[in-house]
């Protein structure tokens, strides 16, 4: 059962680095240089499809595993220990990534004109940052290194 909640949470992160990766420095650059939005929107579209699930198995699997390295979640809050430390960290990453995530979906995209472009690239900046974080903070907990 382990190795089948592990390899879901990292397809979930495959899917969701990877598709933010490609939005940050090839769809995106492209659009603020013609200062086009209809690029992003389209890429927004079709990845939202399998972006959207994705963050939710990551989401979902993530608990499920953080739960075994530290059962209960809250005392990983201690950062008592570098293993607690590292699960804390990963799940404020994860609850950072919703709150931008969110914002953008409900706020920036749904008005998303050429003058508002800077500001959605801020926070394609920012969400790709949390999840390489995120990535990060995941071969640490599994490898302790």
Same mark, same amino acid.
């Given at each position: 059962?382990?190795?089948?909640?592990?390899?879901?949470?990292?397809?979930?992160?495959?899917?969701?680095?990877g598709?933010?990766?490609?939005l940050?420095?090839?769809?995106?650059?492209?659009?603020?240089?013609?200062?086009?939005?209809?690029?992003?929107?389209?890429?927004?579209?079709g990845?939202?499809? !399998?972006?959207?699930?994705? &963050? =939710?198995?990551?989401?979902? @699997? /993530?608990?499920w595993l953080?739960? *075994?390295?530290? #059962?209960? +979640?809250?005392?990983?809050?201690?950062?008592?220990?570098?293993?607690?430390?590292?699960?804390? !960290?990963?799940?404020?990453? &994860? =609850?950072?990534?919703?709150? @931008? /995530?969110?914002?953008?979906?409900? *706020?920036?995209? #749904?008005? +998303?004109?050429?003058?508002?472009?800077?500001?959605?690239?801020?926070?394609?900046?920012?969400?790709?940052?949390?999840?390489?974080?995120?990535?990060?903070?995941?071969?640490?907990?599994?490898?302790?290194?």
């Amino acid at each position: 059962m382990f190795r089948l909640i592990l390899v879901l949470h990292l397809l979930g992160a495959a899917i969701w680095v990877g598709g933010h990766l490609v939005l940050l420095l090839t769809i995106l650059p492209k659009a603020l240089r013609e200062r086009d939005p209809a690029p992003i929107l389209r890429f927004e579209h079709g990845y939202e499809r !399998i972006g959207i699930p994705a &963050l =939710l198995v990551q989401a979902v @699997t /993530g608990i499920w595993l953080a739960a *075994r390295y530290v #059962p209960g +979640l809250w005392p990983a809050f201690t950062f008592g220990d570098p293993l607690r430390s590292a699960v804390a !960290i990963k799940l404020l990453l &994860l =609850l950072g990534t919703i709150l @931008t /995530g969110l914002h953008a979906r409900l *706020r920036i995209i #749904p008005r +998303l004109t050429p003058d508002r472009m800077p500001l959605l690239a801020a926070h394609v900046t920012l969400v790709t940052l949390l999840a390489v974080a995120m990535l990060y903070m995941g071969a640490f907990i599994r490898t302790g290194a």
